[in-house]
C-alpha cells in the first residue's frame, strides 16, 4: 500500500473514532440531563429505580399523595404463567429486591365453576403470588418506593406535570372498560384463595376469594355495565358464606377500574409510554403488575440506551396483551355455559399434563390461530381514538349490560347489604355507594 492509501485509511479512522467520540459525549450529556417520570406507580417507580441507580438524576411526579394512594389495602395477585422464568428472579435480575415487600406465593387454588363445582387446579412450583396494594410499608407499592428513594430518586407527590415535559409516562388508567368492587374482613380461615367462575356474580368475568393472615377480601369484578352495582359484591359476599367458614368481620369496601387499550406506538414525540398508560395490562383476568414492572425496566433500559424500547414491548409483552385481548373477545361471547367449558378444560388438561399452570401457559401463549382472529378482535371489541396527548389507541369500551344481568338479589344478600349500612352508620361515612358501574 502506498503512502496515499495509508495515510487516507487513517484520516478515515480518525474521523471514525472523532465520531464515536461525538457520539458518546452527546449521549453521555443526554444521560446527564434530569430525568422526568409521570406516576409513582408500580412501572413508574421501577424505571426510576433502575436510571437512578446507572446515576441519572430522577424525579418522578405524582399526583397524589403517596405511592399506592389509588388502592385501599386490597389483595392483588401477579402471575407467573406467562413466561417460562419465575418473575421474582426476573425482577432480581434487573437489581429489583422482592423481598422489600410482604408476597404469599401460592401453587394451589380452589376453582369454583358456574354450576358450583369446586375443583383445585395444581403445579409443583409458584403458580401465582398475592401483594398487597396500598401505603402500608409491606405492600409492593410502598417496597418500590424504599428501591426508588435509595437509589436516590427524588419524589414529588401532591404535584401535577404534563406528560409532554416527562422522558416516561406511567400515569396508569383514564376510563373504565371494567370496574371491581370488593370488602376486606378480619376472619379466622387460613390461608386461602378462590378463583370463581360466574356470569351471574360477575357480568362476563370471575369473582374470588382471598385470605392472607387473618384478613379476607372479596371481590367481584363486572366487564358490563350495572344499575346499584354493590347488589353483585352483597350475592357474591352471601354465596363465599355459604360455602366457606369465614366468620367474617366486615373493615372496609374498596373499588377500581382497569382501562383496557392497545396504542398503535409506545414511544410517542420521544416518550415511554409504561404500565396501563401504555395498554400493557391483561384484557382477560386483569393481571397487569408483572407487565407493568417489566414496561417500566425495559423503559429504562431504553433511556440509557441499552434498548430499543418499541422493538422490547412488541416483542415481550404486546403478543401476550393481544393473547389477553382475543381471550376476552371469546369470553365475551359466552355466558355460564362457555365458563363451565373453561373450567372443565382446565382440569382434563391438568390431569393430563399433571400440572395445572400449564393450562394458563398455553391460555395466554400467542400462536398462529389466534394472531388469524386478531383483525376480527379489534374490529369488533374495539373502537379507535385519539387521545388528547396525540396518540391513537384501541380502547375496550365498557360492555351495556344484558337481559340476563337482571334479577333479584337473595335474602342473605338483601341482609349483607343492610349490615354494611349499620357499619357504615356507625362509622359516619360511605366508603362505597349503591351507584352505578
Not at 198 to 204: I, T, V
Not at 398 to 409: M, T, V
Request: charged letters at 30%; aromatic letters at 10%; glycine letters at 10%.
Amino acid at each position: 500500500m502506498d503512502r496515499r492509501g495509508a495515510g487516507a485509511d487513517e484520516a478515515n479512522a480518525r474521523r471514525l473514532k472523532a465520531k464515536a467520540e461525538a457520539e458518546a459525549a452527546r449521549k453521555a450529556a443526554e444521560l446527564a440531563k434530569p430525568k422526568h417520570i409521570l406516576g409513582a406507580g408500580l412501572s413508574g417507580l421501577s424505571a426510576a429505580t433502575i436510571l437512578a441507580r446507572a446515576g441519572c438524576e430522577v424525579h418522578v411526579h405524582e399526583i397524589r399523595s403517596d405511592s399506592g394512594a389509588r388502592f385501599d389495602g386490597d389483595f392483588q395477585g401477579i402471575e407467573n404463567w406467562t413466561s417460562d422464568a419465575d418473575f421474582f428472579d426476573e425482577m432480581r435480575d434487573w437489581g429489583l429486591d422482592p423481598g422489600e415487600f410482604k408476597s404469599d406465593a401460592f401453587d394451589v387454588i380452589d376453582l369454583v365453576h358456574p354450576d358450583d363445582v369446586i375443583t383445585q387446579p395444581n403445579t409443583d412450583g409458584v403458580a401465582f403470588r398475592i401483594v398487597q396494594r396500598g401505603t402500608e410499608g409491606h405492600t409492593i407499592d410502598q417496597g418500590l418506593k424504599r428501591m426508588a428513594i435509595e437509589a436516590g430518586v427524588e419524589i414529588h407527590y401532591g404535584t401535577r406535570r404534563e406528560p409532554g415535559d416527562c422522558h416516561i409516562v406511567a400515569a396508569g388508567p383514564r376510563e373504565s372498560s371494567a370496574v371491581a368492587f370488593g370488602e376486606i374482613f378480619h376472619t379466622d380461615h387460613p390461608n386461602h384463595v378462590t378463583f370463581q367462575l360466574n356470569d351471574k356474580l360477575a357480568p362476563g368475568a370471575y369473582s374470588y376469594l382471598i385470605v392472607i393472615d387473618g384478613i379476607g377480601l372479596i371481590c367481584t369484578c363486572l366487564w358490563r355495565q350495572q344499575r346499584k352495582s354493590t347488589r353483585y359484591l352483597n350475592e357474591t359476599i352471601a354465596w363465599y358464606e355459604q360455602h366457606y367458614d369465614l366468620n367474617r368481620r366486615p373493615i372496609k369496601r374498596v373499588g377500581g377500574k382497569g382501562d383496557f387499550g392497545l396504542p398503535t406506538r409506545y414511544v410517542h414525540e420521544g416518550r415511554y409510554y409504561v404500565g396501563e398508560a401504555g395498554g400493557l395490562q391483561d384484557f382477560m383476568w386483569g393481571f397487569g403488575m408483572r407487565y407493568a414492572i417489566t414496561s417500566g425496566v425495559l423503559a429504562a433500559k431504553a433511556v440509557l440506551g441499552e434498548c430499543d424500547y418499541e422493538t422490547e414491548v412488541r416483542r415481550r409483552l404486546v403478543p401476550l396483551v393481544r393473547a389477553s385481548a382475543i381471550n376476552r373477545f371469546l369470553m365475551n361471547r359466552v355466558g355460564n355455559r362457555g365458563f363451565k367449558m373453561v373450567a372443565n378444560h382446565w382440569m382434563r388438561d391438568q390431569e393430563k399434563k399433571g400440572d395445572g399452570l400449564a393450562f394458563m401457559r398455553w391460555l395466554y401463549k400467542p400462536g398462529l390461530g389466534r394472531r388469524t382472529i386478531w383483525p376480527m378482535v379489534r374490529l369488533g371489541m374495539l373502537r379507535r381514538k385519539r387521545l388528547a396527548d396525540g396518540r391513537t389507541v384501541y380502547r375496550m369500551p365498557f360492555r351495556k349490560s344484558l337481559r340476563r344481568d337482571s334479577w333479584e338479589p337473595s335474602a342473605r344478600a338483601v341482609e349483607i347489604g343492610e349490615e354494611w349500612r349499620a357499619v357504615q352508620r356507625g362509622r359516619g361515612k360511605k366508603v362505597i355507594a349503591d351507584s352505578d358501574a
